[in-house]
C-alpha cells in the first residue's frame, strides 16, 4: 500500500508540478509529499525531479516513469471501481465544495438523506462563494453557479437558471425605478456586488435589443457571500443581482421588486465539476446523480 500511495504523490506533484498542490489534492502534508517522493527514488535509484526553491521539473527518468505509474493506477481505479460496483457499498470521504446559496438551499439539506441512503459514505462539505480550485483543494467535487472556466475537469449539467436584478420598495422610492442597464449606469444606482480580493472591475452582463451587453456597475457595498446581499437588498441599500431561485419568496411577497426588465441579466449555468478521471470513483458518481436529481426536483419546483 505504501508503494501505491507513491505512486500517487509522484503522478499528482507530475500533473500538477508543484510539491504543494498534490499534497493537497492527496490530502497529506507537503513534507509527508515530499518523503514519499524521496522514498520512490531511492527503491529506484534515480531523481524523478530536479528540485530548486522556485521550480519542480520531472526529469527524463520521471516523464518516463509517468506513463508506467498512472497506467498502474488507472488499472488499481478500474478494479477497485469493478468491486464497489458489484458489492453496491461504496465507502469512504467525499469532499464537495458549492457556493453558498445553492449549498444551503439544495446541497446541504439532502445530506443527511444520501448518508442515510449509503452508510458508509462520509460527505465532507465546504461551502463558499468564492472561486474554487478542486485540485489545489483536494476536492471531489465543485457545485457552482456561472461560467466554468476550468476546462481540465469534467462538467455535470444541471440547469440553466433565470437571474433577475431588484431591489427594495423602499430603495426605489428613493432612487426612482430604474427601466434598463443604461438607467442603472446613467443614474448611477446603488448596486451590491459579490466581489473577491483580485477581481477585475466589477460588470453586470445584461440582454439588451442589441443582444447581450456589459454595463459597468458601481456602488458602496459588496462582500463575498452573496447571502450578505440579499440581506443589503432587502434592508434598501440597493439593487442586486441574483438568480430568481434565490429571491423567489421575496419577490412574491413584494419585499424585493424586480428591476430594469428592460434589460434582463443573462442567464447562469447551474452544474458541478470533478475530475476527470478514465474510471471515476462510484461513491462520487452516486452523490452527482443523487444531488443532480434532487437540485432538478428542487428547482422544478420553483419554476
Same mark, same amino acid.
Given at each position: 500500500?505504501?508503494?501505491?500511495?507513491?505512486?500517487?504523490?509522484?503522478?499528482?506533484?507530475?500533473?500538477?508540478?508543484?510539491?504543494?498542490?498534490?499534497?493537497?489534492?492527496?490530502?497529506? +502534508?507537503?513534507?509527508? !509529499? +515530499?518523503?514519499?517522493?524521496?522514498?520512490?527514488?531511492?527503491?529506484?535509484? @534515480?531523481?524523478?525531479?530536479?528540485?530548486?526553491?522556485?521550480?519542480?521539473?520531472?526529469?527524463?527518468?520521471?516523464?518516463?516513469?509517468?506513463?508506467?505509474?498512472?497506467?498502474?493506477?488507472?488499472? *488499481?481505479?478500474? !478494479?477497485? !471501481?469493478?468491486?464497489?460496483?458489484?458489492?453496491?457499498?461504496?465507502?469512504?470521504?467525499?469532499?464537495?465544495?458549492?457556493?453558498?446559496?445553492?449549498?444551503?438551499?439544495?446541497?446541504?439539506?439532502?445530506?443527511?438523506?444520501?448518508?442515510?441512503?449509503?452508510?458508509?459514505?462520509?460527505?465532507?462539505?465546504?461551502?463558499?462563494?468564492?472561486? *474554487?480550485?478542486?485540485?489545489?483543494?483536494?476536492? =471531489? *467535487?465543485?457545485?457552482?453557479?456561472?461560467?466554468?472556466?476550468?476546462?481540465?475537469?469534467?462538467?455535470?449539467?444541471?440547469?440553466?437558471?433565470?437571474?433577475?436584478?431588484?431591489?427594495?420598495?423602499?430603495?426605489?422610492?428613493?432612487?426612482?425605478?430604474?427601466? +434598463?442597464?443604461?438607467?442603472? @449606469?446613467?443614474?448611477?444606482?446603488?448596486?451590491?456586488?459579490?466581489?473577491?480580493?483580485?477581481?477585475?472591475?466589477?460588470?453586470?452582463?445584461?440582454?439588451?435589443? =442589441?443582444?447581450?451587453?456589459?454595463?459597468?456597475?458601481?456602488?458602496?457595498?459588496?462582500?463575498? =457571500?452573496?447571502?450578505?446581499?440579499? =440581506?443589503? !437588498?432587502?434592508?434598501?441599500?440597493?439593487?442586486?443581482?441574483?438568480?430568481?431561485?434565490?429571491?423567489?419568496?421575496?419577490?412574491?411577497?413584494?419585499?424585493?421588486?424586480?428591476?430594469?426588465?428592460?434589460?434582463?441579466?443573462? +442567464?447562469?449555468?447551474?452544474?458541478?465539476?470533478?475530475?476527470?478521471?478514465?474510471?471515476?470513483?462510484?461513491?462520487?458518481?452516486?452523490?452527482?446523480?443523487?444531488?443532480?436529481?434532487?437540485?432538478?426536483?428542487?428547482?422544478?419546483?420553483?419554476?
Amino acid at each position: 500500500m505504501s508503494y501505491i500511495k507513491q505512486l500517487k504523490i509522484f503522478v499528482r506533484v507530475y500533473e500538477l508540478g508543484n510539491m504543494s498542490a498534490a499534497a493537497r489534492d492527496q490530502r497529506v +502534508s507537503p513534507a509527508v !509529499a +515530499s518523503s514519499r517522493i524521496a522514498e520512490l527514488e531511492n527503491h529506484l535509484g @534515480v531523481r524523478l525531479f530536479n528540485r530548486t526553491t522556485r521550480s519542480l521539473q520531472a526529469t527524463e527518468q520521471g516523464r518516463l516513469f509517468y506513463d508506467g505509474a498512472n497506467s498502474i493506477l488507472s488499472a *488499481i481505479d478500474a !478494479a477497485e !471501481a469493478t468491486v464497489a460496483e458489484h458489492t453496491q457499498s461504496p465507502k469512504g470521504s467525499i469532499f464537495v465544495a458549492a457556493p453558498l446559496g445553492i449549498g444551503r438551499r439544495f446541497i446541504a439539506p439532502s445530506v443527511p438523506d444520501f448518508k442515510a441512503k449509503y452508510p458508509e459514505i462520509d460527505v465532507r462539505l465546504r461551502l463558499s462563494d468564492r472561486h *474554487i480550485d478542486l485540485t489545489e483543494e483536494g476536492l =471531489d *467535487i465543485a457545485f457552482f453557479l456561472g461560467v466554468p472556466q476550468d476546462s481540465s475537469h469534467r462538467i455535470r449539467s444541471i440547469a440553466e437558471c433565470e437571474r433577475v436584478l431588484c431591489a427594495a420598495p423602499d430603495y426605489l422610492e428613493k432612487r426612482g425605478m430604474p427601466k +434598463s442597464g443604461a438607467d442603472i @449606469v446613467k443614474d448611477k444606482h446603488d448596486c451590491l456586488t459579490l466581489r473577491f480580493p483580485g477581481n477585475p472591475e466589477y460588470q453586470w452582463l445584461l440582454n439588451t435589443p =442589441d443582444g447581450p451587453k456589459r454595463f459597468a456597475i458601481t456602488g458602496p457595498f459588496e462582500s463575498d =457571500d452573496g447571502s450578505i446581499l440579499t =440581506d443589503w !437588498a432587502l434592508k434598501g441599500h440597493g439593487i442586486v443581482n441574483k438568480p430568481i431561485f434565490e429571491v423567489a419568496e421575496y419577490l412574491k411577497k413584494g419585499t424585493l421588486v424586480a428591476v430594469a426588465q428592460e434589460t434582463p441579466p443573462s +442567464s447562469v449555468f447551474l452544474g458541478c465539476l470533478y475530475p476527470h478521471k478514465k474510471h471515476q470513483d462510484p461513491k462520487v458518481r452516486l452523490f452527482i446523480d443523487y444531488m443532480v436529481a434532487h437540485c432538478k426536483g428542487e428547482l422544478e419546483k420553483l419554476a
